[in-house]
């Protein structure tokens, strides 16, 4: 076995990779940009080499520089993570020539999978059901149009050498067809520096269903049961789960028998994924094959109790598999979610900046219910706009798909983050949307769910009765402590129970409430004046803490709370409200109270998101159209181009190339 590993890579991955390390007794070197001088996977290794500056294509993409960094810690085999180097053929073969392991399958498997089409063809050729469709060389539009004709509409024209969704168009007809070959092509072009294209059946209503395969240097290979990763935003995962709510025994038997016959065919010898689309009567067609290991792998891990980063590194060192097929069983349901630095109120921006608090739930294991926390990030750490935005894989498990949801949903109410955006109430929505809860799922659930994108809701029903409740028990407490300040001036004494309004926003809830020993007792007032039953509240919370944890009546909750004046804001469910509770007299002044607006913007364009002014397209007192282009702004290798709504002139400019803006900072003005 290895006594020093390298981890070719950063954040969560890193991070993840070092801990099995450690938990075998292997000693691990971390790599680190400029930018990552002080990030959580240096500071978790043994030992760490700078590699370069921030950008990736200066220091995470450089060969030579991993190989030095071997070379000087004396690490006897590299683990590549995911992204990155992981899928290059190139990377592989020069270890080797330094006498040095890689820790993933070999060069040939990479390049065999790597390539769309060439993958698509050793796919067919070791009977694996694929999707119909033309493999070959694609001469012009007219060429596309036939082969689109013949395959029958719609149909997916892809990029052959690409991924995250670039190189990709949908066509529904002969116009569409001609339209997209030609945008694929150009994208595929400047994306990958490949312009090959394929066309394909595109599948309705598809799901996107992958297969985990396992295999060593001595033939062997099984596979690990099957993901479903259909809650996609843009072919980005969001939210993954195994077992596939949607497959029965039989169906997985296939889909993995085949995902083997596959591996075996290329030779494959690591971890690895092969991807399917799926109709929804269960039919299934081969994707793609991922040669490394996937962002997703925890939910795989825990429904199977398999520990994929040793199974990785034991094949590497030339270990024959411990585990037979016969012996792979899947027990329980596992459900990750992606948690991004990401702003699902301004159509997902990036964001960026110092995580000023960063409190995950705590990962533990009791009553039948798992919660992990795979994360690269710490408090006090910053996210930088050089890489991806992902904070953290937030995985929970439990004995079914209902129980898993639920410790999900509960986990991410618990997950607070302070000084950047994120996507947790996006998540939290989706955990609790009734379509994902039953199991109704599709690649197209996120767009035909949130078709005008992700937009704060009103609490009403049981969520705001939940939220007044919180709030006028953290009330309740904040009361108590106030009153057992000392040389307090003498008054009339405040009556701490009884009778108070709670705002929800402006939306008003009136409620009863009084302290029963360790409990705080609530009940709602109705419109004829008279109190419902009694809901009993238990939490130890106290002034500071971001999360209110607790129960309701016996139900676990978690509500994250933020002071804000004279109130408090609190999130639960994807829901979030500004929080205030009165007594009668309150209420009645606040009443009187005049709604404060926000003032008129029209005239000013503010930044959407942190980041890097690339460009300014226009000068003060020049005269622009409804649609010109006014600035692009980059953050995290992605470009906004900001336009603008209406026509107007350009009174000033408050910003220039090169700067790096806050969120809402003042671009320009309008006269």
């Known amino acids: 076995m290895f006594k020093t590993i390298l981890i070719a890579n950063r954040g969560e991955i890193a991070c993840r990779v070092i801990k099995t390390a450690r938990h075998m007794g292997i000693k691990t070197v971390a790599v680190y940009s400029e930018a990552d001088r002080d990030a959580l996977h240096v500071e978790m290794a043994d030992d760490a080499v700078l590699i370069g500056p921030p950008a990736a294509a200066e220091s995470y993409l450089l060969i030579d520089r991993i190989v030095e960094a071997c070379r000087r810690t004396g690490a006897e085999a590299v683990h590549p993570g995911y992204g990155f180097l992981s899928e290059r053929e190139a990377f592989p073969r020069a270890l080797a020539e330094a006498g040095i392991v890689f820790i993933g399958p070999n060069p040939k498997a990479i390049a065999a999978m790597g390539d769309k089409i060439e993958s698509k063809k050793a796919a067919a050729k070791a009977k694996v059901s694929t999707v119909p469709g033309f493999l070959g ?36 007809s002969k116009a569409e067809v001609a339209e997209g070959f030609t945008l694929a092509k150009a994208e595929a072009k400047s994306s990958f520096g490949d312009d090959r294209v394929f066309i394909e059946k595109f599948i309705i209503d598809p799901r996107h269903i992958e297969i985990q395969v396992l295999g060593d ?47 075996k065919a290329v030779n494959y010898d690591s971890a690895g994924t092969v991807e399917f689309v799926a109709g929804q009567d269960k039919s299934f067609y081969f994707l793609e094959m991922n040669t490394r290991l996937q962002v997703e792998h925890p939910v795989t891990e825990l429904v199977t109790g398999i520990d994929l980063v040793e199974q990785m590194i034991r094949v590497a060192a030339g270990e024959k598999l411990a585990i037979a097929q016969k012996d792979v069983s899947l027990t329980g349901w596992a459900v990750e979610s ?45 996210i930088s706009i050089y890489y991806d935005p992902m904070i953290a894989k937030l995985v929970t498990h439990a004995e079914s798909r209902a129980a898993a949801i639920e410790a999900q949903s509960t986990a991410l109410d618990a997950f607070y983050v302070d000084g950047i955006r994120h996507n947790i109430p996006f998540l939290s929505a989706l955990m609790n949307h009734p379509r994902w809860r039953e199991g109704r799922l599709s690649t197209g659930f996120i767009a035909e769910e949130f078709p005008k994108g992700f937009a704060a809701h009103a609490p009403s029903g049981e969520i705001a009765r939940r939220l007044a409740a919180v709030g ?15 040389g307090q001036m ?9 009778r108070r309004a709670v705002w929800l926003d402006r939306e008003e809830i009136l409620l009863d409430i009084v302290r029963d020993g360790g409990s705080i007792v609530v009940r709602f007032v109705g419109a004829d004046d008279s109190a419902g039953p009694a809901h009993r509240l238990n939490s130890s919370w106290k002034p500071g803490d971001p999360v209110w944890h607790g129960t ?21 469910q994807g829901v979030e409200a500004a929080v205030y ?28 998101m942190p980041g890097l002014v690339v460009s300014i397209a226009v000068t003060e007192g020049q005269e622009i159209k409804a649609g010109e282009t006014l600035a692009v702004i980059e953050a995290m290798k992605m470009q906004n181009v900001l336009r603008a709504e209406r026509d107007g002139t350009v009174k000033r400019i408050h910003a220039s190339a090169g700067a790096t803006l806050a969120v809402d900072a003042l671009i320009l003005e309008f006269a």
Not at 232 to 247: C, D, F, G
């Open 581 to 608: 509770v009165y007594t009668e007299a309150e209420a009645g002044s606040a009443r009187l109270m005049p709604v404060v607006t926000a003032g008129d913007s029209g005239k000013k364009v503010l930044c959407p």
């Open 137 to 172: 060389v694609i001469e012009d539009e007219r060429h596309a149009v036939r082969i689109a004709d013949e395959i029958g509409y719609p149909v997916m024209i892809k990029a052959s050498a690409g991924g995250g969704g670039k190189g990709m168009r949908i066509a529904h």
């Open 472 to 486: 006028a028990a953290i009330d309740h407490v904040l009361g108590e402590r106030k009153r057992q300040i000392s």
């Open 338 to 382: 992606r948690v991004y630095a990401e702003d699902p109120f301004r159509n997902f921006l990036p964001s960026i900046g110092r995580l000023v608090k960063y409190r995950p739930p705590a990962e533990s294991k009791s009553h039948g219910i798992t919660v992990r926390n795979d994360t690269g990030v710490q408090e006090g750490g910053e």
């Open 552 to 572: 309701i009546d016996g139900q676990t909750v978690a509500v994250q709370a933020r002071p804000i004046p004279n109130g408090v804001r609190l999130a639960h």
């Open 217 to 263: 240097k001595h033939g062997n290979v099984i596979y690990l049961g099957e993901r479903e990763c259909s809650i996609q935003r843009r072919n980005q995962k969001v939210i993954e789960e195994a077992p596939s709510p949607l497959l029965d025994e039989e169906t997985r038997r296939s889909m993995g028998e085949q995902a083997v016959a596959l591996a």
């Open 490 to 498: 003498i008054g009339r004494p405040v009556k701490r129970e009884g």
